[in-house]
């Protein structure tokens, strides 16, 4: 069985560009996370999908950063424009239920914003 | 005051000891506990959730949760060199979804 997979392993853009993320999560795994680790800094919660729908997006530091999961398959993270403080590795999880279950962790995306 | 503390350390074992990593958790809404392993460069593993009061126990790893005092515990039994990587405790509330709030991580290390 595939695990969770994240597109582009690293990415390194300007300031003020665009970068989009993408996650493909277990397959029949309903729940999907985003999370971003900036470099010395504990792992932080962006938001969780179940299908298609954001249950929580508490986490989602401002308008620059849009997810979607059109179809309830793969998401997607945009950052657009990019800012310096964005820099970090965003890490995408999924599980096959909420709450008290297993989130597999994809390998993560490095972001550098120059 | 951190949603998750944890002692960033590093901790160091002897192959063998018992190594044993703590954390404390501010909300008392907090649902189910984790811990995962992370190796450099590497994304988490889970090792293991707890959502009860009292002892959970896998292998060589026991997780003690006590609720009245917002703390989880992480024993490793017979530690390894394999062992050796940072530990992360993760706290899961139901926010209408479900929010996952990491610690900073206890780096363990274990001497051969």
């Not at chain 1, 680790?37 to 729908?53: A, D, P, Q, T, Y």
């Not at chain 1, 970090?88 to 709450?99: N, W």
């Not at chain 2, 960033?8 to 954390?23: D, F, H, R």
């Not at chain 2, 009245?68 to 024993?75: C, I, T």
Request: net charge neutral; aromatic share 12%; hydrophobic share 30%.
């Amino acid at each position: 069985e595939a695990g969770v997979t994240q597109f582009p392993s690293h990415s390194v853009i300007e300031k003020g560009q665009t970068v989009t993320l993408r996650c493909d999560p277990i397959s029949g795994h309903d729940n999907l996370y985003w999370y971003r680790r900036v470099m010395g800094k504990e792992i932080k919660f962006l938001l969780h999908f179940v299908k298609e729908s954001k249950q929580d997006e508490s986490g989602m530091p401002n308008n620059r950063f849009l997810a979607e999961r059109t179809g309830g398959t793969y998401s997607t993270l945009k950052v657009q424009p990019a800012e310096l403080e964005d820099s970090g590795v965003y890490f995408c999880a999924s599980s096959l239920t909420g709450g008290p279950s297993e989130q597999y962790f994809g390998p993560g995306t490095r972001l550098t914003v120059t | 005051q951190k949603e998750v503390e944890q002692n960033s350390g590093p901790l160091s074992v002897p192959e063998g000891a018992i190594a044993s990593l703590n954390c404390t958790y501010s909300d008392r809404g907090s649902q189910s506990f984790f811990w995962y392993r992370q190796y450099s460069g590497k994304s988490p593993e889970l090792i293991m959730f707890i959502y009860s009061n009292g002892d959970k126990e896998d292998g060589r790893f026991t997780a003690q949760l006590n609720k009245a005092s917002q703390y989880v515990s992480l024993l490793i039994r017979d530690s390894q060199p394999s062992d050796s990587a940072t530990y992360l405790c993760a706290v899961n509330m139901y926010t209408g979804g479900f929010k996952t709030i990491f610690g900073a991580g206890t780096r363990l290390f274990v001497k051969a």
